[in-house]
Each structure stands twice: as C-alpha cells, then as structure tokens.
C-alpha cells in the first residue's frame, strides 16, 4: 500500500514540475510577496491595459483597466528586457496578475511629478500644444535614462507653463531614433552653421538651441500633471482665428484672450473671435549673459465685430528683451496683463498694459517709459 502511495506521490511531482516556468514561478513570487510584505500603489496612465496571468507571450489576459485606476504592486520582474509589475486590482474578486511597466506609473514617480506642478500652481498657462510623435514626459530638461516619467503618446495635448533654451547637442528628433542618424543630422547642421558664419549672418536661434518645454497635463490625458518634452516633437497650437498674422521671421510664443471669454489659453478656433496679447519672437540669437530672451516683441490684436475682422490695437516699435510669465487681469473688455521687460541698465523690470474699449475700439495705455525698453532694430 505504501508503494502505490509513494508512486501517486511522484506521479503529481513529477506533473507540477512539467507545468508551464512561468506559471510555477508566479505562484512563487505571489507566496514571497505575501511573506515579505512588499507594496507600493500604481496608477494607469494608459487609456486601457490588461492584468495578465503572466509575463509569458502565450499568458491570459485577467481584468482590463483603465486611465486613472489604482492598483497595488507586489513584485516586480525585469523580463527579456521589458519590465513588468505584479499587481492586485481593487476590483470585486481583487484580481492578481502582470501588467507592464508601460502602462502604469508607480506612486513615487507620480510624487515626483506632482512637486513639480507645485513649482507653476500660482501661474497662467502661457500657450498650449500638441505631440506630434510619441515621446518622452521627463521630470527635467535633458536626455537621460534617469528622469523619464513615462512615454506620452503621439497626438498628446498639453498647456506649456514655461520653456528653456537648451545648447544643441548631438540627440535624436525621436527618443528611439538611432545614434547614428542623430550625429549624421548634427553633422549636416554644424556645416550649415558654419557657412553661414562666413557669410556674417546673424546667428539663428534654432540652430544653436534646443527648446524644452515645461507642460501640464490633463487627468483625461495623463494622471502625472507635469514634466518635460523635447520640443523637437512639440507643435504649438497657436488658434487658427490669429494664426495667420504670425509672421515667418517672427513666431508667435504665447497668448492670451483680452476679452470675455473665459478660456486664457485655447487651441484650434474659439466659440467666438476675440482680443488677443501675444508675444512674439524672432529666430535671431540674442543672448545677455548667457540668458536668451522668451520674446522680442508684443502684439495685441482686437476683432472688430461690424468689420468682422482684426485690427492691431497696439504693438511695439521696436525690439524688446523680455521673460515669462505673461499675466492677464480683470473683467469683460477691461484688462491689464503685465510682463518683465529688460531696462538698458540690465535690470528686469515689471510692465503693466491696461487695455479697454473707447466706444466701439479697443485701446491700449502703455507704460509712459516703455521707449526706454525698445530698441530701435527695424520689424
């Protein structure tokens, strides 16, 4: 009796070891994690992702879940070169299995991010814009393994807070492109440069720099509220109302709504045309001790209602050298927005604009010494 127990018995060893490594070692690890107490929770950031039965290509799918959903991690596992969590779902049956890494955003990180909106909590929008490829959310302003939040989608829309003028380097348009193609391009670029150094050109501010820009996301896009993006893959979604005034040697970097409605920042075409202030900039490298200006030049455009078109109520004359952020205040038709403009001394100074409606015009009181910061360089 005793023998035929004893072949039973490795009759079902010998069965549990043949099943699937991947199976065997998830059963593991799930007793090791309720052992050692691991736990941290994790945020999807994906529109949807599947919790699996296991990292195996041939694994189940368990649950979907979507953007915003909180789940506790258990584990973690680095596997073929892809990183996955094994997660606990707060649904009924409190589903465990693996999702990976790409979906979800682990509580730490999302701190990390969080502290970083706490740094433009008190400030406007300054324009809004649009991923034109998938790319990198980073929590600063460099091309490291070290500061990636995750991967932000192609066709991801964003308010811009703040950018930095970077020193070009040698870096891909794309995070994933090869090595090889970035140094061929910057190659191709550092000749271009130098030809026109021998022709006494002014040097250009697109060639010298890199743009990174400083956004905020929407919870409907991204849980994290702030990070990053190489501004290689950002389009600015200037509105399509105002866009055709930008001029090709002078681009339009912020702007804000003068009027009624509420929105001090939009994209694409607004419900009804309105008053603009925008900042402006030439690609013309203009440096002072190492700080390049975020515009030269101010703009507001008002919209005449009997006309049906727009009008400049009020612009600079000449250059300015001025920083973010631009503020607008008040109600209705009656604004104020003010900005830091350079003084020749070398001091930055605060400049408040008022702006209101003479009958059926809208006005513009500049500062009585805003001459004092133009410089008489031609437009």
């Given at each position: 009796m005793r023998s035929v127990r004893s072949i039973l018995i490795a009759l079902a060893l010998s069965v549990a070891v043949s099943q699937s490594a991947c199976t065997w070692l998830d059963?593991?690890?799930?007793?090791?994690?309720?052992?050692?107490?691991?736990?941290?929770?994790?945020?999807?950031?994906?529109?949807?992702?599947?919790?699996?039965?296991?990292?195996?290509v041939v694994a189940a799918d368990l649950l979907e879940v979507k953007r915003g959903e909180k789940l506790d991690v258990l584990d973690k596992v680095d596997f073929e070169k892809v990183l996955w969590y094994r997660v606990r779902a707060r649904d009924e049956a409190e589903t465990e299995g693996w999702i990976?890494?790409?979906?979800?955003?682990?509580?730490?990180?999302?701190?990390?991010?969080?502290?970083?909106?706490?740094?433009?909590?008190?400030?406007?929008?300054?324009?809004?814009?649009?991923?034109?490829?998938?790319?990198?959310?980073?929590?600063?302003?460099?091309?490291?393994?070290?500061?990636?939040?995750?991967?932000?989608?192609s066709g991801s829309n964003f308010e811009i807070m703040d950018w930095k003028f970077v020193p070009k380097e040698e870096l891909p348009d794309v995070d994933d492109a090869s090595k090889g193609e970035a140094a061929k391009s910057a190659r191709t670029k550092n000749a271009e440069i130098e030809a026109?150094?021998?022709?006494?050109?002014?040097?250009?501010?697109?060639?010298?720099?890199?743009i990174w820009y400083l956004v905020k996301l929407d919870p409907s896009v991204s849980p994290a509220p702030a990070g990053w993006l190489f501004g290689r893959q950002v389009e600015l979604q200037v509105?399509?109302?105002?866009?055709?005034?930008?001029?090709?040697?002078?681009?339009?970097?912020?702007w804000q709504r003068l009027d009624a409605e509420s929105a001090s920042v939009s994209s694409g075409r607004s419900a009804t045309p309105g008053n603009w202030v925008i900042l402006t900039r030439s690609n013309v490298v203009k440096a002072i001790d190492g700080v390049?200006?975020?515009?030269?030049?101010?703009?507001?455009?008002?919209?005449?209602?009997?006309?049906?078109?727009?009008?400049?109520?009020?612009?600079?004359?000449?250059?300015?050298?001025?920083?973010?952020?631009?503020?607008?205040?008040?109600?209705?038709?009656?604004?104020?927005?003010t900005l830091q403009l350079r003084h020749p001394?070398?001091?930055?100074?605060?400049k408040r604009f008022v702006v209101f409606r003479d009958k059926i015009r809208l006005k513009v009181t500049q500062p009585e010494d805003i001459a004092q910061y133009q410089s008489m360089r031609s437009r």
């Amino acid at each position: 009796m005793r023998s035929v127990r004893s072949i039973l018995i490795a009759l079902a060893l010998s069965v549990a070891v043949s099943q699937s490594a991947c199976t065997w070692l998830d059963g593991i690890l799930s007793t090791a994690t309720g052992i050692v107490g691991l736990s941290d929770t994790a945020t999807v950031i994906s529109k949807t992702a599947q919790i699996r039965t296991s990292y195996a290509v041939v694994a189940a799918d368990l649950l979907e879940v979507k953007r915003g959903e909180k789940l506790d991690v258990l584990d973690k596992v680095d596997f073929e070169k892809v990183l996955w969590y094994r997660v606990r779902a707060r649904d009924e049956a409190e589903t465990e299995g693996w999702i990976e890494a790409q979906h979800v955003i682990t509580s730490e990180t999302l701190d990390k991010s969080q502290k970083l909106a706490e740094e433009f909590k008190d400030l406007p929008p300054q324009a809004s814009g649009v991923l034109r490829a998938k790319s990198n959310l980073r929590l600063s302003s460099e091309i490291t393994d070290e500061n990636v939040l995750f991967k932000l989608a192609s066709g991801s829309n964003f308010e811009i807070m703040d950018w930095k003028f970077v020193p070009k380097e040698e870096l891909p348009d794309v995070d994933d492109a090869s090595k090889g193609e970035a140094a061929k391009s910057a190659r191709t670029k550092n000749a271009e440069i130098e030809a026109a150094k021998v022709q006494g050109e002014p040097e250009k501010l697109d060639e010298k720099y890199d743009i990174w820009y400083l956004v905020k996301l929407d919870p409907s896009v991204s849980p994290a509220p702030a990070g990053w993006l190489f501004g290689r893959q950002v389009e600015l979604q200037v509105p399509s109302e105002i866009v055709f005034f930008q001029q090709n040697n002078r681009k339009f970097v912020t702007w804000q709504r003068l009027d009624a409605e509420s929105a001090s920042v939009s994209s694409g075409r607004s419900a009804t045309p309105g008053n603009w202030v925008i900042l402006t900039r030439s690609n013309v490298v203009k440096a002072i001790d190492g700080v390049e200006p975020d515009f030269d030049g101010i703009l507001v455009l008002a919209f005449d209602k009997y006309d049906q078109g727009y009008y400049t109520a009020w612009r600079t004359t000449g250059e300015v050298w001025g920083l973010l952020p631009l503020r607008v205040e008040g109600q209705g038709d009656n604004k104020t927005f003010t900005l830091q403009l350079r003084h020749p001394e070398g001091r930055m100074d605060e400049k408040r604009f008022v702006v209101f409606r003479d009958k059926i015009r809208l006005k513009v009181t500049q500062p009585e010494d805003i001459a004092q910061y133009q410089s008489m360089r031609s437009r």
